[in-house]
């Protein structure tokens, strides 16, 4: 019997950090892990996940603006009120070598997104644009909110 079928089979709930590294995305423990390390593993691991038979959560470029947003929230990155900093989001994406799986950060399409939204934030309520990529942006930004929670807590 493997670690992870106990877990299953006791009902035992695992911590982020400790999915996290069970799948790979981390180091264990005794190296302990930055911030900054643990945030590009909840990074790399949110593009891999997927409502089952409908939609991965990130597939769409733009759908950094969500992601951005979400870490803005949580007080990870820069924050301005009058201009999202895209260009600079960006490139803190590849400073820290966060993969780009299916959807490329694109400051281009995160600012049409952007645009689109005029602005707006979670929950997008009063947005009028794509309905289903906004319904599908609310799972996403939900799912990392209550990671990027655990993880600074």
Known sequence: MTNSDFTARSGKTQTLGEVLEQMGYTKPESQTATQDQNLVAVLTRIQRMHVPERYF?????????????????????????KRPPLAAFEQWL????????????????????????????YPWANAT?????????????RTLDSMLHEMVS
């Open 57 to 81: 959560l990130m597939w769409e470029h733009c759908d950094w603006l969500v992601v951005l947003q979400c870490m803005q929230d949580h007080g990870l990155f820069k924050s301005n009120p």
């Open 94 to 121: 590849h400073e820290h070598d966060v993969p780009q799986l299916l959807a490329k950060c694109s400051v281009y399409e995160m600012s049409l997104a952007s645009r689109a939204l005029r602005g707006a934030r």
């Open 129 to 141: 644009w794509e309905p289903y990529v906004l319904a599908r942006w609310r799972v996403l930004y």
